[in-house]
């Protein structure tokens, strides 16, 4: 970040005031408002942060209009189609592509780290089995700073490097054992011989009565689902990381608050939604009806998978699902998938409608993804809990990224108060 002889000058009440103007590397001009209250004694107003920065970073960064994902300035479909997950999580993680020996040496500290404490299997039977795995993800993940005290020391850089590895290693095994209890399996354990794609199908899918094969092709799809959805800036679960950190609150609980964000059907929840709503539609000739509804001001219906407060264009990532989704179908011979062709056509009518057109919503990440998980095998409510097994190694990055700097301080947003001024407390009797 450069700060450019640039500046913006700011009229108010008579005053004039200077307000710094920086440069990033990429993306539109940043004004340094930090001083405005102290100098002008007023606030900004921006609710959603549709406007503010609210931090500086080198991990991530969006072009929403031209529809580009660059991590550490890599774009995403050369990641997805070239490299792998653990490869994509040590570029986020530590800012350089690594080594042949760098990842060989990264990779074998997330496989040795891949099993949970014994007692969490004890945590795991208090919850109900009827519990979304959501929930017990949010709880268990929590719960980590409970079992693993020599890594919650965030002023320590080696206890914040152990529990990114921790964090990284175990969401698999977490999230398995989370659907496992759902289905009233068997916990499985790691098998460290596979890679972490492989080892997530297999901790899900195999039981220990029967071999269980784990298909390349449908670990490489598993592995490019784990890549798209790795990092994406100051999304909103991103942001609750930082803000729960910014008070020095152990890497577990941080991680958990993101996980509870990103559960809400704006945010990841949308894929569970977007498939739920894919099998509402159920044939081609009621997208038409659906349509319709979307646009309708006094329908709180809306078309998930849908629209994204940065891209006004096609979602990178979901161009690359999307041609993903074609290929696993094909392998599991089920290339007719009904889903896949209402999912299709929607698109295509969506993308040629006046107000999708107008108002730049374009298919977004969770679209093609529910199509892919349902056909591996994987139940609705287990799309969210991939999508933050996926997520957490840039919750993690971001989340390093800002305890190193020394500019961090705890976050504490302003408001615009509209409630009542001061007024005498009325006794209940005369109320
Ligand atoms: N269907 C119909 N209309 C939509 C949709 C949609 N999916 N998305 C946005 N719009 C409309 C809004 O009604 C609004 O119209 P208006 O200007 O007439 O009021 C306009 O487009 C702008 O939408 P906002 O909600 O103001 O945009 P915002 O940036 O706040 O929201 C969001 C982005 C939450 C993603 C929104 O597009 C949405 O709800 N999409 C569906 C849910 C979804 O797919 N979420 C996943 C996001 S990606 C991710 O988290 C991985």
Redesign the pocket.
Same mark, same amino acid.
């Given at each position: 970040m450069t700060e450019t002889q640039k500046s913006a000058t700011l009229s108010l009440n008579g005053e004039t005031y200077e307000l710094p103007i920086f440069s990033p590397t990429a993306g539109p001009d940043v004004l340094d408002i930090r001083k405005l209250y102290a100098q002008a004694g007023v606030f900004t107003y921006d609710p @959603?942060f549709?406007s503010t920065a609210s931090c500086d970073s080198t991990i991530t960064y969006i072009d929403g209009g031209k529809g580009e994902l660059l991590h550490r300035g890599y774009p995403i479909d050369q990641l997805a189609s070239k490299s792998h997950y653990l490869e994509v999580c040590y570029l986020l993680l530590y800012g350089e592509l690594p080594t042949a020996a760098q990842l060989e040496d990264f990779e074998t500290r997330v496989t040795r780290h891949t099993m949970v404490h014994e007692q969490m299997h004890n945590f795991f039977r208090g919850f109900r089995r009827d519990a979304h795995p959501m929930a017990t993800l949010v709880g268990v993940v929590g719960a980590m700073s409970a079992f693993y005290h020599d890594s919650l020391d965030v002023t320590d850089p080696w206890q914040r490097e152990v529990a990114a590895v921790r964090l990284i290693a175990k969401l698999p095994t977490i999230a398995a054992m989370a659907y496992k209890y759902s289905i009233g399996q068997p916990f499985v354990y790691p098998k460290n011989d596979l890679d972490y794609s492989a080892n997530f199908l297999h901790m899900c899918f195999s039981v220990p009565s029967e071999e269980y094969h784990v298909n390349p092709i449908l670990s490489r799809a598993m592995d490019r689902i784990f890549i798209l959805?790795a990092d994406?800036e100051q %999304? &909103?679960?991103t942001s609750t990381v930082r803000l729960a950190s910014s008070s020095g609150a152990n890497p577990f609980a941080c991680i958990a608050a993101g996980i509870a964000c990103?559960w809400g059907?704006?945010?990841? @929840? &949308?894929?569970q &939604?977007?498939l739920e709503m894919l099998k509402e539609i159920g044939s081609v000739d009621r997208i038409p009806e659906f349509i319709e509804r979307?646009?309708d001001?006094n329908d709180p219906?809306?078309?998930?998978? =849908? @629209?994204?407060?940065?891209y006004k264009n096609t #979602?990178p990532r979901a161009k690359v699902l999307k041609q993903s989704a074609d290929e696993v179908l094909e392998l599991l011979g089920v290339e007719d998938n009904p889903l896949l062709q209402v999912a299709k056509e929607l698109e295509q009518t969506a993308l040629n409608d006046p107000?999708?057109i107008e108002?730049k919503?374009f298919p %977004?990440? #969770? =679209?093609y993804s529910g199509i892919i998980l349902e056909a591996m095998g994987f139940p609705t409510s287990m799309f969210t809990p991939i =999508?933050a097994l996926s997520r957490t190694v840039g919750w993690i990055s971001q989340w390093k990224e800002m305890i190193a700097d020394p500019q961090n301080k705890i976050g504490r947003p302003r408001q615009l108060y509209l409630g009542e001024t001061m007024r005498d407390y009325t006794d209940i009797e005369k109320r």
């Open positions: @959603g549709t959805h994406h %999304n &909103a679960s990103l059907p704006a945010h990841g @929840g &949308a894929n &939604a977007c979307a646009k001001k219906f809306r078309l998930m998978g =849908f @629209g994204h407060r940065v #979602d107000y999708f108002k919503l %977004n990440v #969770d =679209f =999508f």
